[in-house]
């Protein structure tokens, strides 16, 4: 990710911080779940507690995405923690997806080309990250 992109990451997830955890991971699971309905059974907790640990982890993400190195080790503890839940590389992608949806819906018309690209290239990072712990596991 380039520097640009961090600071537009930074910037946009701001926006998110303003507004109720359980409404922002709602809208995300909502749509993870409506696309993909078989990957409700890897989840024992409820609505509120998911959406909770999610916006925890994306802030804590977002938080230290300038070290990815210091990131990486609780990326890749992470992805050993989501093997148990059942969780496979390929579902990687839809997560990614979701997450996208959720955050244009959020920013609204602050959703550009430049913004997707970042987050996309914010996502690719982590994910890749975790597949490949996930991998070696």
Same mark, same amino acid.
């Given at each position: 990710?380039?520097?640009?992109q961090?600071?537009?990451?930074?910037?946009?997830?701001?926006?998110?911080?303003?507004?109720?955890?359980? +409404?922002?991971g =709602?809208? &995300?699971?909502?749509?993870? &779940? !409506?696309?993909?309905? !078989? &990957?409700?059974?890897?989840? !024992?907790?409820?609505? /509120?507690?998911?959406?909770?640990?999610?916006? *925890?982890?994306l802030?804590?993400?977002?938080?230290?995405? @300038?070290?990815? /190195? @210091? +990131?990486s /080790? $609780?990326?890749?503890?992470? #992805?050993?923690?989501? +093997?148990? %839940? =059942?969780?496979?590389?390929?579902? %990687?992608? !839809?997560?990614?997806? #979701?997450?996208?949806?959720?955050?244009?819906?959020g +920013? =609204? $018309?602050?959703?550009?080309?430049?913004?997707? @690209?970042?987050?996309?290239?914010? %996502?690719?990072?982590i $994910? =890749?990250?975790?597949?490949? *712990? #996930?991998?070696?596991?």
């Amino acid at each position: 990710m380039t520097e640009q992109q961090t600071k537009l990451i930074k910037t946009t997830w701001a926006t998110f911080q303003k507004i109720d955890p359980l +409404l922002v991971g =709602g809208v &995300f699971y909502e749509k993870l &779940f !409506s696309d993909h309905p !078989s &990957f409700r059974r890897m989840f !024992s907790n409820t609505k /509120e507690t998911q959406s909770e640990k999610i916006i *925890a982890m994306l802030n804590y993400i977002v938080s230290h995405i @300038e070290t990815i /190195e @210091e +990131l990486s /080790e $609780s990326l890749k503890n992470l #992805a050993a923690r989501h +093997l148990n %839940y =059942g969780v496979k590389p390929e579902y %990687y992608r !839809s997560v990614g997806i #979701a997450l996208l949806w959720m955050l244009q819906q959020g +920013l =609204g $018309s602050d959703w550009d080309n430049e913004v997707r @690209e970042a987050w996309t290239a914010c %996502y690719n990072t982590i $994910s =890749g990250i975790m597949i490949e *712990a #996930a991998n070696v596991n």
